[in-house]
């Protein structure tokens, strides 16, 4: 059995299967990516809720793995050498993930750092700026008078949205004809964007039906609608 006591996150969420790789997050839009991934790859784990809105993730226990004190993260009993390894970053833990299994990140060395400038490009770009249209259209932010914030970040998340619809203009995905960890990445930040954070009008998402069709495909995908629901707040 694997011993995991020297995280001390372990101590505050338990492991009740210390052998699976333990997962700390929320559903997000950087959350679900990694339930996603780890849904659509098979390898066994056990989530745990970190309640972001009970500052959670701020926690000492928390913050030993994650300083950053964002989720998600995980610890993998079984890491590099067969040591457990604990890793934070939504991104790195995709790239690591799909590196440990072999699954969802092209073997051709060219498509494989094509695949990883496209989750760079939504962790640079998608994700920051996807967010600020939800602070200042849907949260706090709306209440400020002065509308230019909302404007730039509108415009911009729109002209991120054109640049999605170049790419996936005659390809199913955005590597290519295989899906992989930058639709993984990308999914749930598009998703939100409409749907949570109601920006389909703000943004003129209808106007890009490249990217609207990509991401019906991607949430009919069953690891995609599973991983959306983890970790559950229950």
Known sequence: MA??????????????????????????????????????????Y??????????????PEYLALNPNGKIPAIVDPDGPDGKPFGLFESGAILLYLAEKTGKLLP?????RYETIQWVFFQMAAI???????????????????????L?????????????????????????GDDYTIADVATLGWVRNLIGFYEARDLVGFDDFPTVAKWLERGLARPAVQRGLTIPSKG
Request: avoid cysteine.
């Open 127 to 149: 994700g920051p700026i996807f967010g600020q249209v939800g602070f200042f259209h849907k949260f706090a932010g709306r209440e400020i008078a002065d509308k230019r914030p």
């Open 3 to 44: 011993d995991l006591s020297a995280f001390p996150i372990a101590a505050r969420w338990p492991a009740r299967h210390p052998d699976r790789l333990q997962l700390y997050s929320a559903p997000t839009p950087n959350g679900v990516k990694v339930s996603i991934m780890l849904e659509e790859i098979g390898l066994p």
């Open 46 to 59: 056990e989530p745990h809720y970190v309640d972001i809105g009970k500052d959670e993730s701020w926690t």
């Open 151 to 175: 404007e730039r970040y509108a415009t911009e998340s729109r002209r991120l949205i054109g640049v999605l619809e170049t790419r996936l203009t005659g390809r199913p995905w955005i590597a």
């Open 107 to 111: 073997a051709d060395a060219a498509l």
